[in-house]
């Protein structure tokens, strides 16, 4: 099993700055990539940033050039540094890691607020 457990969501005013964090807890599972998603109420979870264990990242373009993504391999950590946030920036952002033990399987966490007020 791997839990996921998300922090620093919140209250922003738009071109504000916020920094997203998620931890992975697991005892066998080696972890692969792991990435930030969204979902805006009405509309479908999707992509934010992805980063693998190798490193090499990948952003939906909405987000590029505004938002980062690393990641501690040793810690099982992934972070989200989002700066110039917009009112269209608002969701619940949620924490995603492939992991494996035998198959690979995705999990999620529970899912931090961000709203961006204009």
């Known amino acids: 099993q791997v839990q996921l457990v998300e922090s620093g969501g919140g209250l922003v005013q738009a071109g504000g700055s916020l920094r997203l964090s998620c931890a992975a807890s697991?005892?066998?599972?080696?972890?692969?990539?792991m990435g930030w998603y969204r979902q805006a109420p009405g509309k479908q979870r999707e992509l934010v940033a992805v980063?693998?264990?190798?490193?090499?990242?990948n952003y939906a373009d909405s987000v590029k050039g505004r938002f980062t993504i690393s990641r501690d391999n040793a810690k099982n950590t992934v972070d989200l540094q989002m700066t110039n946030l917009k009112p269209e920036d608002t969701a619940v952002y949620y924490c995603?890691?492939?992991?494996?033990?035998?198959?690979?399987?995705?999990?999620w966490g529970q899912g931090t607020q961000v709203t961006v007020s204009s």
């Open positions: 995603k890691a492939e992991a494996t033990f035998l198959v690979e399987m995705d999990y």
């Open positions: 980063i693998r264990s190798g490193g090499s990242t």
């Open positions: 697991t005892i066998a599972f080696r972890i692969n990539a």
